[in-house]
């Protein structure tokens, strides 16, 4: 079943355009969404929910509609757009009271666990906090309604190493128990540790779609000496760029049968890097 299906989405501005982004979501698993800055990650993230105002395009949570069923929708959806910045001199404990009367499955266990497993003092107000607190307050918010569906904006920016890998072991619990999670991140590292698929888009239209292992496993890098590179070898290298000692180049898996040159395992910032590189 999708939990979120997104058809032939689009948004032109004057310098930019959102080409017809078309995604679904598989329930219980974790999606990767990746792409350098401006590609259109937040665009396409905010028109899910008309926060921008899609030219064209469907889209659909669990089966219905979103501006027909908007209010009915969002109460299996939590959405952490940044951290908490509204009510600066409010404690947390009240801007928590406010924001649970609009949830009917407000679970104020799972509040209080997550309140303690991200070290939030809710006698604090948002502007005491750092901001990697405030995005750890706006994931306990989004985390305390039981939603089916978490749709989250660089969840892990401005977090520590450690505080990382905790919410990481979050969303792999999380994902246990059924619930779905969108994510948009520049820290390929951590999709690495929890993404089951990805989502790369490039210049506003989607570049891969499908299962993160095998996207990273269809591609080799290459380490390479100036002289290495030679005509008959061109047409197969990706984004080739200096490195320390001579250059790097990206490969899909299937050609390196045909170049007699040792080839490397990829990571995914290794791809991203390079695939970037080629229009450079």
């Not at 355009?17 to 937040?42: D, M, P, Q, V, Y």
């Not at 619930?179 to 993404?195: G, N, P, Q, R």
């Not at 320390?244 to 791809?271: F, H, Q, R, S, V």
Request: net charge negative.
């Amino acid at each position: 079943m999708s939990i979120l299906e997104v058809t032939k989405l689009k948004k032109k501005y004057p310098s930019f355009e959102l080409g017809e982004i078309s995604f679904s979501l598989e329930e219980g698993k974790i999606t990767g969404f990746i792409g350098r800055n401006g590609a259109g990650k937040s665009t396409t993230l905010k028109a899910l929910f008309n926060y921008v105002h899609p030219d064209s395009g469907e889209i659909a949570f669990l089966g219905k509609r979103f501006l027909e069923h908007e209010l009915e929708i969002k109460q299996d959806v939590g959405l952490v757009f940044g951290g908490i910045n509204y009510y600066s001199k409010k404690k947390i404990k009240t801007i928590t009271s406010i924001n649970k009367l609009f949830f009917k499955d407000w679970d104020d266990n799972a509040y209080r666990e997550y309140m303690k497993l991200f070290c939030l003092d809710e006698n604090k107000t948002p502007s005491e906090l750092s901001e990697g607190m405030k995005v750890k307050f706006a994931l306990v918010l989004a985390l305390s309604h039981n939603a089916k569906l978490l749709i989250l904006d660089e969840p892990t920016s401005g977090l520590d190493p450690v505080s990382r890998d905790e919410l990481l072991d979050v969303f792999n619990n999380l994902c246990e128990k059924g619930i779905t999670i969108l994510f948009s991140t520049h820290i390929t590292s951590d999709l690495e540790k929890c993404a089951d698929n990805i989502i790369y888009i490039k210049n506003g239209k989607i570049l891969e779609n499908g299962n993160m292992k095998e996207f990273v496993t269809s591609y080799k890098i290459l380490n390479l000496k100036e002289e290495q590179i030679t005509e008959e070898i061109k047409p197969y290298l990706i984004g080739c760029k200096r490195a320390k000692e001579g250059y790097t180049a990206l490969i899909k898996e299937e050609y390196t049968k045909n170049i007699n040159i040792p080839a490397m395992e990829a990571d995914l910032e290794a791809i991203m890097i390079h695939m970037e590189k080629e229009e450079m």
